[in-house]
């Protein structure tokens, strides 16, 4: 299983950015997505999932209202949406993916669970 950021940058508090992942290497409609960052210093933690059908989606509570996660399985893409965004989201953002067909999306929450990782993409958010 492949997984590939693409979308990260810099931009200004209050500004959007659109983060994708493009999976490979299996049927990407069976699996639910996550995706994870990392800030400098800082434990690794979830931000958002999405289960296979895209019908049930979890948040970290502090991206809730501000964060989209989607997903095009004729694409083989997943996605984040990311508005007004704080400089305290500046992190690594990963993609992620697990091994068992049909999860829920709250299962991509434990990190055990997300066995497939991308290689990141660098956001900055200025103040």
């Known amino acids: 299983v492949q997984l590939v950021e693409s979308g990260g940058g810099l931009v200004q508090a209050g500004g959007s950015l659109r983060l994708s992942c493009a999976a490979s290497g299996r049927t990407f409609s069976l699996y639910a997505m996550g995706w994870f960052r990392q800030a400098p210093g800082k434990e690794r933690e979830f931000v958002a999932a999405?289960?296979?059908?895209?019908?049930?989606?979890y948040y970290l509570d502090s991206v809730k209202g501000r964060f989209t996660i989607s997903r095009d399985n004729a694409k083989n893409t997943v996605y984040l949406q990311m508005n007004s965004l704080k400089p305290e989201d500046t992190a690594v953002y990963y993609c992620?993916?697990?091994?068992?067909?049909?999860?829920?999306?709250?299962?991509?929450?434990?990190?055990?669970?997300?066995?497939?990782w991308g290689q990141g993409t660098q956001v900055t958010v200025s103040s």
């Open positions: 992620t993916t697990n091994n068992r067909p049909g999860t829920a999306a709250q299962a991509m929450g434990a990190r055990t669970e997300n066995v497939y």
């Open positions: 999405i289960n296979w059908s895209g019908g049930d989606t």
